[in-house]
């Protein structure tokens, strides 16, 4: 299929700011042309896009697809066949708010990136982790503290979001389970967690060891590990044990975003999720505790943005959300806008994600480049307001170079 966009305001995915008057055309799933006047040649669509915005195809970095419920020690017990159709509807509804590429880190798997790449749902390209690796009473541990049962603490086959594994031969083999099964990288908890019981924010989950272990295994698969970190001495702890990309970075301080800097590492801030918790703490009914550790990660959010953006680490764009509150994905944009730059937020959630998930393919509009892209009614780099709500601003989403939505 050939599309051609006619005289649009183009934010190519690096650019500090974004061009008006540009003409693109998709032809068989790439970007084939970019240009400054008119194109000739034939086209099967041609869009008339003056006074919107034509970007790259948004790229969500840090999902949990499968989180049916805010309540995550519900989702054990949810049957699988359930949590597969709430999942295919909530991925739908990402791709309609412009996400066109999501990384899940944890829950989602190879047969949700298969069912997507066979056309078979309405979704997002998917990168996904398999189940998330995490210590016994760490944060993939929702027993609970006045529960006793050892229960199959290796359960894969639930829709839950982790399985729990301790010592150097069970994270070998669980990293290696994750990657047998078509995981594209591993995702680990290494620190305290807002939303399970047990597991305090500043304690720091796995010993070096363990991490190294599941590090050198997903190394010699040429991938990756991701790890939910939010106080400095966790970010650190991951980092210097080999961590590629750290989740969520609440309570960083400056010298340990130098030291991410200096080795490569990527940082997901996921904003929103505490905004949301926060916000709706009656309607999910959470506990007095995980109140207190959501209000110190939210707290200390935009102050990660600014000590991030000094050390010009780079930052991808994450949600985290759960449940029915993915209707926010997009509320993390205004969010990060407070502190930084918006050319620069547009670029969390474009090229660097893109690069993130060794996909630069993705996240930039030029010749040759996977064709995926939104038209935006507005320009997002003076009114960010055009990317919130349900993607209503979103006109149209080219995947592939088809159109999956359109007016
Ligand atoms: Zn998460």
Redesign the pocket.
């Known amino acids: 299929m050939r599309i051609r966009f006619e005289n649009c305001n183009l934010f190519d995915g690096v650019s500090a700011e974004a061009r008006s008057g540009m003409h693109v055309l998709v032809a068989d799933g790439q970007i084939a042309e970019v240009s400054d006047s008119a194109l000739s040649g034939t086209a099967d669509l041609t869009i008339d896009a003056t006074g919107k915005t034509l970007m790259p195809g948004l790229i969500d970095a840090?999902v949990?697809i499968t989180a049916a419920s805010p309540d995550l020690a519900t989702l054990e017990s949810m049957p699988v066949s359930y949590v597969s159709h709430w999942t295919a509807r909530n991925l739908g509804q990402m791709l309609d708010r412009g996400f066109t590429t999501v990384r899940d880190?944890?829950g989602g798997d190879a047969g949700h990136r298969r069912a997507q790449e066979e056309g078979m749902i309405r979704a997002p390209r998917l990168s996904v982790s398999g189940k998330a690796l995490g210590q016994t009473g760490g944060h993939t541990d929702f027993r609970g503290t006045s529960r006793t049962d050892i229960g199959d603490l290796q359960r894969r086959h639930t829709p839950g979001l982790g399985r729990i594994v301790d010592g150097i031969p069970a994270c070998l083999a669980a990293a290696r389970d994750e990657l047998r099964l078509g995981a594209d990288f591993i995702k680990i908890m290494a620190n305290g967690g807002v939303a399970t019981p047990a597991d305090p924010i500043d304690w720091i989950q796995f010993t070096p060891e363990e991490i190294r272990a599941i590090v050198t295994v997903a190394e010699a698969s040429c991938t990756y590990v991701a790890a939910?970190t939010y106080t400095a001495k966790a970010i650190e702890h991951a980092a210097v044990n080999g961590v590629r990309t750290l989740?969520h970075c609440n309570l960083i301080d400056d010298r340990v975003a130098a030291i991410l800097r200096d080795r490569g590492c990527f940082a997901v801030p996921?904003l929103v999720i505490y905004d949301c918790l926060d916000r709706h703490a009656d309607a999910i009914g959470l506990g007095a505790e995980n109140r207190a550790k959501n209000r110190l990660v939210r707290d200390a959010g935009l102050a990660s943005l600014e000590i991030l953006a000094r050390a010009g680490v780079p930052m991808g764009y994450g949600t985290?959300l759960l449940g029915w509150m993915h209707e926010d994905q997009l509320a993390e944009f205004a969010l990060r806008a407070q502190v930084l730059p918006v050319a620069d937020v547009l670029k969390s959630a474009t090229s660097i994600n893109a690069k993130l998930i060794r996909r630069e393919d993705l996240g930039i509009v030029a010749p040759e480049k996977t064709a995926d892209l939104i038209l935006i009614d507005g320009d997002p780099l003076s009114d960010i307001s055009v990317l919130s709500g349900r993607g209503e601003r979103v006109e149209t989403v080219v995947q592939a170079g088809q159109i999956v939505k359109s007016p």
Do not use: I, L, P
């Open positions: 840090h949990h880190v944890g939910h989740e996921t985290d």
